[in-house]
């Protein structure tokens, strides 16, 4: 499967635990964005970066949230002191970023904090 | 601020009947319009985007700027179609700018 690959594929954790979820984009795409998904809800979108640069940032993303993509290809999504709230499916997506560019989505991580 | 509004959660129909799946939006520019669909454990997949003017699996999709619309319709729904559809919106029609804002979607369901 050379499309956008997410891992882990689901992480349990305490409340009040650190996570930290990687995306790889699909190889030439220098766009990549994070969505959050709750139930019932479509995805959200929490933050996009152009090549190492992040660019945009929700008012989702709370100061325990960082995401990063240190050398452009990449991205880790860091939740410090997680809480039950942050259960959800996260998403990565990646693109092109030109015009009339297509996103493909991941598989997404599963989060649950118990 | 833009917002996708998709006014139901579930269409159950049967099979070989009509489909009209209902997207509405708000915002104040001139955005883009795609159909996201998601079957069952499988990851979120784009399906159409009215730049395109495609027809993809029988489905299509007109945007109605005047009644911030972009319905999903296909004549003849099939049982490969039962899945979970989402309507996104980008703000910019260039594509420069892909970050997308999806509705809460809708469960298509079609029976034998």
């Known amino acids: 499967d050379t499309g956008v690959s997410q891992n882990p594929r689901h992480k349990i954790t305490k409340r009040g635990q650190n996570v930290t979820f990687r995306c790889d984009p699909i190889?030439?795409?220098?766009?990549l964005y994070w969505y959050r998904q709750t139930l019932g809800q479509g995805p959200e979108f929490l933050t996009y970066?152009?090549?190492?640069?992040?660019?945009?940032k929700s008012r989702l993303l709370s100061d325990r949230f960082s995401a990063e993509r240190p050398k452009g290809s990449f991205s880790t999504l860091e939740i410090q002191r997680t809480e039950q709230g942050d259960s959800a499916m996260y998403l990565c997506a990646s693109s092109l970023g030109r015009i009339n560019t297509e996103a493909f989505f991941g598989q997404g991580t599963r989060l649950t904090v118990v | 601020a833009q917002r996708v509004t998709q006014p139901e959660k579930l269409l159950s129909v049967f099979k070989g009947a009509p489909v009209e799946l209902k997207c509405n939006y708000s915002y104040s520019g001139s955005p883009e319009l795609f159909w996201y669909v998601q079957y069952s454990r499988q990851r979120l997949q784009l399906l159409l985007r009215?730049?395109s003017r495609e027809s993809i699996k029988g489905f299509t999709a007109d945007l109605n700027k005047g009644e911030t619309s972009f319905h999903l319709k296909k004549p003849f729904a099939q049982e490969e179609d039962s899945a979970m559809y989402y309507c996104a919106l980008s703000p910019s029609s260039t594509g420069a700018n892909s970050k997308l804002t999806f509705g809460k979607g809708i469960t298509l369901s079609v029976r034998p």
């Open positions: 970066f152009q090549n190492e640069a992040q660019l945009e």
């Open positions: 190889s030439e795409h220098n766009r």
């Open positions: 009215h730049i």
